[in-house]
């Protein structure tokens, strides 16, 4: 008798997308798991069971010895089939070069490194948020508020996925 795979479980696009990408694959943790415990209450689902799992992808390359002069991007995490980027760090004029390159070398590694989470990278809203890690410290009017609102990238407090 043929056995009946049907009830299986499938493993979700996100983890397979982590699975495939060879600088991470062993990397993915399921719901918010991968979100340091003090940074986790910046991101509020409003169902958790639509969470696919989620990556910490610079603790992950700093664990292989990877790009450690790069300024690498923290967090990828899935709700409801799309892929968010999160950057956990202090809103301050004096750090918004460093964000931005952040962003810059993210782009670049899900375009070149990591192809199958990128292809998941969310559409219905912007997939980059970088949340303050301690208030909004970032002279209003300047060129440095200009280039981060230019970006999509102003710093926020708190990400609710809804």
Known sequence: MKSDMSGA???????RAVEATEEVHMCYK???????????????????RKCGGSLFIDQCLI??????QS???????????????????????????????????LKD?????????????AKSKTPFYWLQSNGYHIS????????VIQKGLKPI????LK
């Open 30 to 48: 399921e719901g918010k798991l991968a979100i340091l415990n003090k940074e986790r209450n910046k991101v509020e689902l409003t169902d958790s």
């Open 71 to 105: 300024n690498r991007w923290d967090y990828a995490i899935d709700y409801n089939g799309e892929v968010f980027f999160i950057e956990v760090h202090t809103a301050s004029t004096s750090e918004v070069r460093t964000v931005l390159s952040k962003l810059t070398w």
């Open 140 to 147: 209003p009017n300047s060129a440095q508020e200009r280039a």
């Open 109 to 121: 590694w899900l375009n070149h490194k990591a192809p199958e989470i990128n292809a998941l990278k």
């Open 63 to 68: 664990d292989q010895g990877l790009y450690p």
């Open 9 to 15: 479980k499938k493993k979700n696009p996100f983890k």
């Open 157 to 160: 407090s708190k990400l609710v």
